[in-house]
């Protein structure tokens, strides 16, 4: 199945891959952060870098921005480690996926490594092709997803409304992450007052937890 074009930052297809185990954090992770152009996807990279800079790891971020501004592929890799030399993740060497779209999971899996972890938003959002009727948007993702990797599909729209905020899905997403990784949770939080707008500090340290919390629907081979 190849995924619909949305336009600059498209990717290779994906590879299939079947992970035997998950990634928790290692020595040197590699993490894409994909999604659609307004979903925030920029912000969490540099919280997430900033974690980890701050957890005494090296960091590198490479944002590619891509036609953010049209609803465009976004995505940024994050790189984190004793000592990293390139901001890039390579293709099948991603530890995580971090998709705030599901079809963008599946446009960026390639780079996911085997034993890797896709973390996905269950948002759809159709690319232009879609709405103006040229492409259809590919039906059982989820199950794709499934048969790719390790999969946490997680509804981060509804669980950001809930906290006060749709724009926080982002942060859920965040949160589901750092469940994952070693980084203390009260450093998350101090990250997150530090970097979003003051008025939306407590809408959007509920988001973290609750996603760092969330019961998620899980898919392993």
């Known amino acids: 199945m190849k995924p619909c074009a949305r336009g600059a930052g498209s990717a290779p297809q994906y590879v299939p891959q079947n992970p035997s185990q998950e990634v928790i954090c290692v020595a040197d992770t ?3 952060i ?25 960091v590198k971020v490479s944002e590619v921005h891509g036609m953010a501004q049209r609803g465009g592929s976004v995505v940024t890799h994050v790189r984190f480690g004793e000592k990293i030399y390139s901001p890039l993740v390579g293709m099948g060497q991603a530890d995580f996926i971090l998709a705030f779209e599901k079809l963008e999971a599946l446009r960026w899996a390639g780079y996911l490594k085997k034993g890797g972890i896709i973390i996905s938003n269950a948002q759809e959002i159709p690319p232009i ?16 997803l499934a048969d790719i990797a390790t999969t946490c599909m997680v509804d981060a729209g509804k669980i950001a409304s809930d906290c006060g905020s749709a724009k926080a899905v982002n942060v859920v997403l965040l949160g589901v992450l750092a ?43």
């Open 30 to 32: 590699g993490i894409l």
């Open 34 to 58: 994909v999604g659609v152009g307004g979903q925030g996807t920029l912000l969490s990279s540099r919280i997430l870098g900033e974690v980890a800079l701050r957890s005494g790891l090296d």
């Open 129 to 144: 092709p879609v709405t103006m009727g040229y492409q259809k948007y590919p039906e059982n993702i989820n199950g794709t």
């Open 179 to 221: 469940s994952r990784l070693d980084f203390e949770k009260e450093l998350w939080l101090k990250i997150i007052e530090e970097t979003v707008p003051p008025k939306t500090v407590e809408i959007n340290k509920e988001a973290f937890k609750r996603g760092y919390e969330a019961i998620l629907e899980k898919r392993e081979m």
